[in-house]
């Protein structure tokens, strides 16, 4: 947080809006996929938001700071992580209810807790380990109705399996992703991550252009566009969100996606929650609760998530867990 700003009113305020708009964008993402291939639209996200927020450091006078980097290929393999999971997430929201898309995408702070200790060291206690454990209790909840082809008689259609499926591996790729973020926000800006995360996303779904991609007409079109559109001004806004509270203050406020994509899953696709979801989603975000409490009270501070949109990346300042 921005020393002499602080204002947690105005972060949670924007903070809720980045989310309402992040949650507008899998609407439009959901929509339009039923038109297009998935690639087409992470394209039209990807670009659209690197325009957007291109322009902003521009209006800022910062887009020479924004572009410039000492580290290509921590943002080359940051970008690739970053294209993997963006089309994981598009697919799972493609084939699933959107609340059950964005309640599996609450697993990968838990994964990326798992992989902090692995990879990056960091000492994660008891405290810690239990709440994940219940929060990937209720990851299987949620996932179990999807997987019934394991049981006999199971009737959960194969698309809906494949969006489960897409789902969780998408969070694992964001959580691995918070990794490579953790190393490579030591010695480079957040706005720098987005713009080369946004670059490359863009340029690897360009290339997979020969193979399904249509011209978008009308309303599909516009979808599209307003995706990215959306995209960008949301990460500002996240962005401006922890510039003026703590990260502590407004991380919770994560978890009103939920809320939002339950009424504009049932108004605008018919999607109904089921008492699984509901009940597996509640206590993935009780175990999220826990686990961002317990950062607070030890003192973490947090990479700011604007540079990824669906996970609360932590970094430790010291052994503590």
């Known amino acids: 947080m921005t020393p002499g700003r602080a204002n947690p009113r105005v972060g949670i305020i924007l903070k809720i809006a980045s989310v309402l ?13 039923a038109i297009v291939v998935i690639t087409e639209v992470c394209f039209f996200r990807a670009f659209f938001a690197l325009l957007t927020i291109l322009a902003y450091a521009a209006w800022k006078g910062e887009l020479i ?16 992580l970053g294209l993997t999971a963006m089309s994981l997430n598009f697919a799972a929201i493609a084939y699933l209810p959107l609340p059950d898309a964005i309640a599996l995408g609450y ?31 209720g990851v299987v909840i949620m996932l179990w109705p999807r997987l ?3 049981k006999a008689g199971g009737t959960t259609s194969s698309t809906e399996t494949i969006g489960a499926l897409c789902a969780i591996f998408g969070a694992m790729a964001v959580a691995l992703g918070g990794v490579v973020v953790s190393k490579l926000i030591v010695g480079e800006r957040s706005t720098t991550v987005v713009v080369y995360f946004s670059a490359i996303g863009s340029l690897g779904f360009l290339l997979t252009a020969p193979f399904g991609w249509t011209m978008p007409q009308g309303w599909t079109l516009v979808l599209m566009i307003v995706s990215g559109l959306l995209g960008g001004v949301s990460q500002m806004a996240m962005t401006q969100a922890y510039r003026y509270a703590d990260a502590s203050t407004v991380a919770p406020f994560e978890y009103t996606s939920m809320l939002f994509g339950i009424v504009l899953g049932y108004f605008l696709f018919g999607d109904v ?24 009270t030890l003192s973490l501070s947090r990479v700011p998530s604007p540079i990824w949109p669906w996970a609360m990346i932590g970094v430790e300042k010291h052994d503590a867990g």
């Open 65 to 80: 700071e924004a572009v410039r980097t000492s580290n290509p290929w921590g943002h080359f393999w940051r970008g690739l």
């Open 107 to 137: 697993a990968a702070p838990l994964f990326l807790t798992i992989l902090a200790a692995l990879l990056l060291g960091e000492t994660v206690r008891a405290f810690r380990w239990t709440a994940v454990l219940i929060g990937l209790f």
């Open 273 to 296: 929650p089921t008492s699984t979801m509901l009940l597996g989603s509640t206590i993935v975000i009780a175990a999220g609760l826990i686990v961002i409490w317990r950062e607070h």
């Open 148 to 150: 019934s082809f394991l």
């Open 21 to 33: 708009g992040f949650t507008l964008m899998s609407a439009c993402v959901k929509a339009s996929s």
